[in-house]
């Protein structure tokens, strides 16, 4: 069974930093590409970063710069460091995987990932 748990949530002041980890079991690591995505109230779910085995990296334009994803695929772990946040970016993050050691366009679709996590939640007070 594939499990994907997520932690490192929680309460930070605009302008600080948190960082998210993905511990992921019961699947080969090495070829999932593994997502961060993120749900704010009353908002569709919506795509952050993702890595792929290859160590391929995707943002979104809204977290360029500020957020920076990494795997460490020797711990089936995967990380979301997250600085300079604003109250825009609370939500809770979800990490996702799918199948796939490269990039495949459709990285950011909410739908190309088959696992999910239970999500943690980040709130960016002003």
């Known amino acids: 069974e594939v499990q994907l748990v997520e932690s490192g949530g929680g309460l930070v002041q605009a302008g600080g930093s948190l960082r998210l980890s993905c511990a992921a079991s019961g699947l080969t690591f090495d070829d999932y590409t593994i997502g961060w995505f993120r749900q704010a109230p009353g908002k569709e779910r919506e795509f952050v970063a993702a890595?792929?085995?290859?160590?391929?990296?995707q943002y979104a334009d809204s977290v360029k710069g500020r957020f920076t994803i990494s795997r460490d695929n020797a711990n089936n772990s995967i990380y979301l460091q997250m600085t300079s946040l604003n109250p825009e970016d609370t939500a809770v993050y979800y990490c996702?995987?799918?199948?796939?050691?490269?990039?495949?366009?459709?990285?950011?679709?909410?739908?190309?990932?088959?696992?999910w996590g239970q999500g943690t939640q980040v709130t960016v007070s002003s």
């Open positions: 996702a995987a799918t199948r796939s050691v490269h990039f495949s366009p459709n990285y950011y679709r909410v739908g190309f990932y088959d696992y």
């Open positions: 890595a792929a085995w290859s160590y391929e990296l």
